[in-house]
């Protein structure tokens, strides 16, 4: 379908990694409300037969900002309203009916045929919703209020901006539903989550699985099946019984992995293994989910990160994931995959995705072709006690959602100190900056956590560096040695606060360049600028070669993939035109 198009759909699965074959999409056209006076929830919009004024449609999961949700309106609409109908299929008929929001800016309560069926805060991660004991025969009616913040500049906003038009480093915002929407059908007793973890030394997968609407006291009957394959080779199968609705099983895999050679998954050989889960009650299957993993180990040996348990240097490129026409929502799936074929054919083994949570089809695509991915949370701007509780809990639902996928390799809580920005000198927000350190560890321990990306570190797995200098015998002198280094004071900001200090932990600059080449129609600014292209691919050399001749530094993060508004520093122009060839930056981002 073409991307001008106001009807266009998302219409692929939404959770590619836990996959059930029959579902029901509810992107499309939906009636839609501006609610400025805030008069909506006492005026009984959710009502059945009330008297909502749904004045407008909207083509989901695009926001109202966007110009793929057909009203392409920029200005401050702080609630908004949405409502369609939907027939549930009669096959699914016995079975309990579940409705899923891959995401909704940034606060929501949704009502079935009157009745309150959810309430979520959160902008950038999933809920849902049983539905099943508001349903009705026939025709049923979901109606969703959202409410965004759009000034409030102690919420997790990423690059929403805060005024009404685009300026600097930040841009339009999102609000309202901007994943997809779907239905799925499930037993009463079905199959809710399962984490995964690799372990390549002894060449096993754990799961941890999580089973819904399970009795107190178990079902003596419930058994899971576990059928792992290798491009349709059945690697490992496995039944156990289900005594707990949560449940640790250990699987060896028979097959042959050779230290790092065979099977493993990395950018270069992205290998993926499926996995299908079937649950069974007395002999009857009751649910099946398909999905699939990656056997890597993410560590740090001496001092080196390491990719199965070999040193790893990593070419990342910045990512926003913005897109002309929908912003935070790509047009398309194959728009998704393109950004990540693009940035491997530019030299790249993976991205920082910046203050953004991404749809989980990207992460898809970067699992299924080869990124390495550094999560990033979408960030506050000030610090307040209540940003600390949305925060918090925002970010543990991020991590619960995107476990188990192998691109994920480091996890980024706070950037450029972005919600504690005094954090240099006030405790409470040196501590809110442990408290997630400690907080992602607890959760997690098989990835690098960086405890404030850019500057302004105390404990880290990682020291990150943000340093725009564009003149490379300065670069190559601040990156000679690791003293050199932490020494230095990119953008004025020390690189340890609170006492803290250099351990030896590796070295990234993960954020540089940033070099303007207007290549478009757009007008903006970057960090630097070149005239032509020529002139551009000369200065792209200059600033990256001194990553590579540096002793010290064990990876980059280059400014940026693609120009976004009126930031002009993209190695893709907005529309994602290559601003030289790809070959020639392919050569300069892999120092060849």
């Known amino acids: 379908m073409k991307s001008n198009d106001v009807t266009v759909l998302r219409t692929e699965y939404p959770r590619p990694q836990f996959v059930r074959q029959d579902w ?20 009984g919009w959710y009502l ?10 909207i083509s989901v999961p695009f926001t109202f900002q966007s110009k793929l949700s057909g009203i392409a309106d920029p200005s401050f609409h702080d609630i908004v309203w949405y409502c369609r109908s939907f027939e549930v299929p009669e096959k699914w008929s016995g079975k309990r009916t579940v409705l899923h929001f891959g995401a909704v800016d940034y606060g929501a309560k949704v ?33 969703l209020r959202a409410q965004d913040y759009s000034r409030d500049v102690t919420l997790p906003r990423g690059k929403q901006y805060w005024l009404e038009n685009s300026a600097s ?43 819904e609407g399970l009795p107190n006291g178990g079902d003596s009957n419930l058994k899971l099946r576990v059928q792992i394959s290798f491009q349709g080779e059945i690697v490992a199968e496995d039944e156990y019984a289900v005594k707990r609705a949560e449940q640790t099983r250990t699987i060896g895999l028979s097959d042959f992995t050779d230290h790092g050679h065979g099977r493993l998954w990395s950018p270069e050989h992205p290998n993926l293994y499926d996995i299908k889960y079937s649950l069974v009650q007395a002999g009857e299957l009751i649910d099946e989910v398909s999905g699939y993993f990656g056997m890597r180990k ?14 790893y240097y990593q070419r990342l490129v910045l990512d926003q994931g913005y897109f002309p026409e929908g912003l935070l929502t790509a047009p398309a799936d194959g728009d998704i995959k393109r950004d990540v ?8 083994n993976g991205v920082r995705k910046h203050q953004k949570t991404e749809d989980p089809r990207f992460l898809y695509w970067c699992d299924k072709l080869g990124l390495l991915v550094w999560s990033e949370a979408a960030n506050a701007y000030e610090y307040s006690e209540q940003y600390v509780r949305r925060f918090t809990k925002e970010w543990i639902e991020i991590m ?38 400690h907080l992602t560890k ?29 003149r490379q015998e300065v670069l190559e002198e601040r990156y000679r040695a690791a003293e050199t280094a932490v020494e230095a004071m990119p953008a004025n900001r020390r690189i340890f606060v609170g006492g803290a200090s250099y351990q030896g932990q590796p070295i990234l600059v993960s954020e540089f360049g940033g070099i303007a080449f207007k290549k478009s129609d757009w007008e903006g600014w970057g960090y630097s600028g070149a005239d032509n292209e020529e002139d551009y691919l000369r200065k792209l050399k200059a600033v990256v070669d001194p990553m590579f001749s540096s002793p010290i530094i064990q990876g980059y993060c280059y400014t940026q993939l693609t120009d976004v508004e009126q930031e002009i520093n993209g190695l893709l122009t907005y529309d994602r035109v290559p601003k030289a060839l790809l070959e020639d930056i392919r050569k300069i981002m892999t120092g060849a």
């Open 24 to 43: 029901l999409c509810l992107n499309g056209q939906w009636d839609f409300h501006f609610d400025d006076t805030d008069e909506g929830e006492e005026a």
């Open 48 to 57: 059945e037969g009330g008297s909502a004024p749904f004045t407008q449609k």
């Open 111 to 143: 009502w079935v045929n009157g009745q309150l069926a959810a309430i979520h805060e959160g902008g950038h991660t999933p809920f849902q919703a049983d539905i099943t004991p508001l349903l009705k025969a026939g025709s049923n009616t979901i109606v």
């Open 169 to 211: 480093i930040f841009y339009t915002r999102t609000t309202g539903i901007w994943q997809s929407v779907w239905l799925e059908p499930v037993s009463a007793i079905h199959l809710s989550k399962v984490m995964l973890t690799p372990d390549i030394d002894h060449n096993e997968i754990c799961l941890r699985t999580f089973i």
């Open 298 to 311: 993410v560590s740090i040996e001496n001092g080196k990160w390491s990719l199965n348990n070999r040193p």
């Open 341 to 348: 074929e693009l940035t491997k054919e530019m030299g790249f």
């Open 400 to 437: 619960e959602r995107d476990y188990s996928h192998p691109c994920i390799v480091a996890w980024v809580p706070l950037n450029e100190s972005w919600g504690v920005p005094n954090v240099q000198i006030d405790q409470r927000q040196q501590q809110h900056g442990l408290a997630m350190y």
């Open 442 to 470: 607890s959760l997690d321990l098989t990835r690098p956590v960086v405890y404030n990306d850019g500057w302004e570190h105390m404990l880290t797995d990682l020291v990150t560096i943000h340093d725009y200098e564009s």
